[in-house]
């Protein structure tokens, strides 16, 4: 944060009420969580009973209720229907299942747009986003709070005695945008805040460019649909008082939970990756780190994309997290929704479990009938009891149980940190950039795939989070660095980090204002470069000869300092002979993407010269393996069986046998072996 610059919100400050924040073990106590989304109102009670009787046959252990339940409970303003809800949350104690209870906040009911529109957010282009769907509210709309937290208030005041409730869960995937008039008012207060003159905010914003410059407060406007580029800092500053105005609205109502009820943990759910909320600054708000996590069936990085989620969950909780949703089978926002095949739903759950979750949960306890999501796959399927999906929830349940006692609470140790930063990536997606074919969650799968096809543990921080315990790190992208981070990463070469840069990294300031040289000029001296001429992105599909290896999406015409440890030159082409990568002592750079077996190499290389092994050597291709604590967890992600060499005799914790020398596994195979 530049000097004077105050940040609106109390990011990075735990609770505000005064409480010992409660953590995931207060609710597990010892088992794995597992159960899902539980949306009773859609059924008639005699469901209920059947419900709690497969519930208990499953191992369900939590349920989440409530979280669409705002017009059940609150039907006409001011009114409130409890009877039902108290019904069930006896019901599920009744039956020793807890309850996740959640803020109803995500979708108002229709009542609430009819007598205040000004709580229906507006997109860029001014349409309004009317009810009938969901998450129609406006961050910004005094009415919507007001509403929100009456319910709240109510919610907790009937239920945070209640033996069941073991969690609460505060509306549901923050994500809305809005452009309208309140959130304009809004967006001017934050602002003046951030940056207490118009002065200081003409300059940060740049505005002498194309005219823009302000006169009055009165004048500043979201970024609204505009005649052609906009401004890229208002943009970027748009995207965090976003972030920060859904984070005020979620403390509101987390204050409001934990003055009922200090001792129960509070969660929101996350969306991975998700580009609306600077998620580091979140999770420091959060009692519990939740995830809802949809890997496509059908990709062959599923396991992958699922093991960086986790990762980077882990990384935000700072210990055990949260699986909130995941689907026992399709889903029904992609354009084709495929089913899991037999094994898959386990293998994908355990694997969360061996990465640091504590509790495996589900979207949705049962298949819906009607509304948007009846093609979206349940616990129980449509198919119900004797369907495929439900025996192998039940089969589940009893594993998870199984190994529960061994698992929760126990931390993941990692050498080596990925730097992720939403700010950067704000920044980074201007639609003025050099390069459409450049997005930032490509970029960082491919380096954490690099990593995880090495069976090499990563963890994700921030760019000015302490990195000491680290062995390496690594930078995919960081296009927007603070002087604070810069600084924190060449402390951490100088206490003897070894740091590997990928390119467009160190580019623009906190304000989005291109540093003096094209790039920091204490990272070009980091890592060796003299002068960067010029930046030569790649088109699709295009690649660049590298010497032993070919780079994709981007390149750089760099010339390096004299005396630099190693450089690996491009081959032919306008770049022939200048450097792809450079080494400078124990700092990296490289200013292209390599192919995914070339960066597997060279990571692989960096990490061994930095003293990081792979969690086991020698693994057949398509196996991963993951230590939580003192178990070891292998996977087979391949379509054929794999046999795996184990030193030692080990116990299979999910079956029971004795394991020496050797393990097979089957496609989609598991184990969970205990020395
Ligand atoms: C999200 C939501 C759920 C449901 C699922 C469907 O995760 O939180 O309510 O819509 O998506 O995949």
């Known amino acids: 944060m530049t000097a004077g610059r105050k940040p609106v919100t109390a990011g990075g400050k735990p609770v505000t009420t005064g409480r010992k924040p409660p953590g995931l073990c207060d609710a597990t106590r010892g088992r794995i969580l597992f159960g899902g989304d539980y949306n009773p109102e859609q059924w008639p009670e005699e469901t209920w009973q059947e419900d709690v009787r497969l519930m208990s046959a499953a191992g369900v252990n939590s349920v989440t209720m409530g979280v669409f ?214 999770a420091d708000e959060e009692d519990v780190v939740s995830v809802d996590l949809y890997p496509d069936p059908r990709d062959p990085l599923g396991a992958q994309h699922g093991a960086l989620v986790h990762d980077l969950t882990r990384s935000q909780a700072r210990g055990p997290w949260m699986l909130m949703e995941q689907a026992a089978g399709p889903v029904n926002w992609r354009g084709v929704n495929h089913p899991k095949p037999r094994g898959l739903n386990r293998q994908w759950s355990l694997q969360a479990v061996a990465r640091g979750a504590d ?109 000491s315990s680290y062995r390496l790190v690594v930078v995919p992208q960081l296009y927007l660095l603070t002087d604070t981070a810069i600084g924190n990463l060449l402390a951490y070469v100088r206490g003897g980090g070894t740091l590997v840069s990928g390119f467009l990294t160190g580019i623009a300031d906190e304000d989005d204002r291109i540093r003096p040289g094209g790039m920091d000029a204490r990272l070009r001296e980091l890592f060796g470069i003299r002068t960067l001429h010029e930046w030569w992105p790649l088109d699709a599909g295009e690649t660049v000869a590298c010497e032993g290896f070919r780079g994709t999406l981007w390149s750089e015409e760099i010339e390096a300092l004299p005396g630099v440890s190693e450089t690996v030159p491009y081959r032919g082409g306008e770049l022939d002979g200048l450097p792809a990568v450079l080494r400078n002592g124990r700092a990296w750079y490289v200013s292209t993407l390599p192919e995914p077996e070339a960066l597997r190499g060279l990571l692989g290389r960096i990490a061994a010269d930095a003293g990081v092994r792979p969690v086991l050597d020698g693994l ?56």
């Open 69 to 282: 339940s705002w017009a059940r409970l609150e039907p006409r303003p001011g009114e409130r229907d409890f009877g039902w809800l108290d019904r069930l949350m006896d019901l599920m104690h009744d039956h020793g299942i807890g309850v996740v209870l959640a803020t109803p906040t995500a979708s108002p009911p229709p009542w609430l747009g009819r007598l205040h529109p000004e709580t229906l957010p507006r997109d860029a282009d001014g349409r309004t986003e009317w009810w009938g769907g969901r998450q129609h509210f406006s961050h910004s709309s005094a009415a919507y709070r007001r509403y929100a937290a009456a319910i709240t208030e109510d919610l907790a005041a009937r239920y945070g005695g209640h033996p069941a409730l073991t969690m609460w869960h505060i509306n549901n995937e923050y994500c809305t945008f809005d452009h309208g008039d309140e959130a304009a008012a809004a967006f001017r207060r934050w602002l003046r805040e951030r940056y207490g003159t118009l002065d200081a905010l003409n300059t940060a914003w740049g505005t002498a460019f194309w005219s823009q410059g302000y006169d009055t407060w009165e004048g500043i406007l979201p970024p609204r649909h505009a005649h052609y580029l906009k401004n890229p800092t208002q943009v970027l500053d748009f995207r965090r008082f976003t972030s920060d105005m859904l984070l005020e609205c979620y403390r509101a109502e987390r204050d409001i939970v934990a003055r009922h009820t200090p001792h129960i943990p509070v969660t929101t759910n996350f969306m991975p990756l998700w580009t609306g909320q600077d998620a580091w600054r979140w």
């Open 620 to 675: 057949p291709a398509g196996v991963e393996a993951v230590r939580r604590g003192e178990l070891l967890f292998l996977f087979n992600h391949g379509r054929e069986e794999a046999k795996i060499s184990l030193m030692g005799t080990h116990r299979d914790l999910l079956t029971g046998t004795t394991v020496t020398g050797e393990t097979v596994l089957g496609r989609h195979g598991v184990a969970v072996l205990k020395p």
């Open 359 to 467: 509790a495996v949960c589900y979207f949705q306890w049962r298949q819906s009938r009607q509304g948007a999501e009846k093609f979206h796959s349940g616990m129980v399927s449509h198919a119900g009891a004797e369907g495929r999906t439900f025996q192998e929830v039940k089969q589940l349940g009893a594993e998870l149980a199984g190994i529960g006692g061994e698992v929760t609470g126990r931390h993941m140790h990692a050498d080596i940190a990925i730097l992720h930063d939403w700010h950067s990536w704000w920044a980074g997606a201007h639609e003025g950039r050099l390069s459409t074919e450049v997005d930032l969650p490509d970029v960082l799968h491919a380096w954490h795939r690099a990593l995880w096809e090495a069976n090499l543990t990563t963890d994700f921080a921030h760019p000015e989070h302490d990195l």
